[in-house]
């Protein structure tokens, strides 16, 4: 199954949301010195079975793979994942790290607005910096660095 990173924190298939994921890193002098995460992955759900006004935007596991999945065995898969990703990340594998989320992303390149606590900025998604803030340039040519907000995608 093929899927995509929507800035900040939003797995889509097909333009369709599968996932949500939630990072907190705490620091220290030294670095990080520890994450939580918190993953909400829509596993086994039928599109009827989603609220009405969440079908054209939300989909699952399920409904993608066309079968019903163990969620033990996927849980398995994403755990080791997620382990790998994170000795790699001690390891000194960060921009390695920051390049797959770069490559992945349905964001960069896009025309978007972004709604966000202090009003909404519009423009296009240039990159993500190292501090996984999104870097939005808008129509003036200001640079914009973005820590969240939610993104909609302008009509291409």
């Known amino acids: 199954i093929h899927s995509g990173i929507k ?44 609220p009405e006004e969440l079908r ?16 033990v065995q996927l849980l398995q898969i994403l755990l080791l994942q ?13 921009t390695e790290i920051l390049e797959k989320v770069r490559s992945l992303s349905l964001v960069i390149g896009r ?11 519009d423009g296009r998604a240039i990159d993500i910096d190292n501090n996984g803030f999104l870097l939005v340039r808008d129509g003036l040519g200001n640079i914009h660095h973005l820590m969240s907000g939610e993104v909609l995608f302008k009509p291409q």
């Open 82 to 94: 997620l382990e790998q990703r994170y000795q790699q990340l001690i390891s000194g594998g960060f």
């Open 111 to 121: 025309d978007i607005k972004i709604h966000q606590v202090s009003g909404i900025t």
């Open 7 to 50: 800035w900040p924190n939003d797995v889509l298939i097909k333009g369709r949301n599968i996932a949500g994921i939630l990072t907190e890193a705490i620091t220290a002098m030294d670095g990080i010195e520890f994450i939580v995460t918190g993953i909400g992955l829509n596993v086994n759900t039928l599109i009827e079975d989603f």
């Open 56 to 71: 054209g935007i939300t989909t699952s596991v399920r409904e993608e793979a066309g079968r019903i999945v163990s969620r």
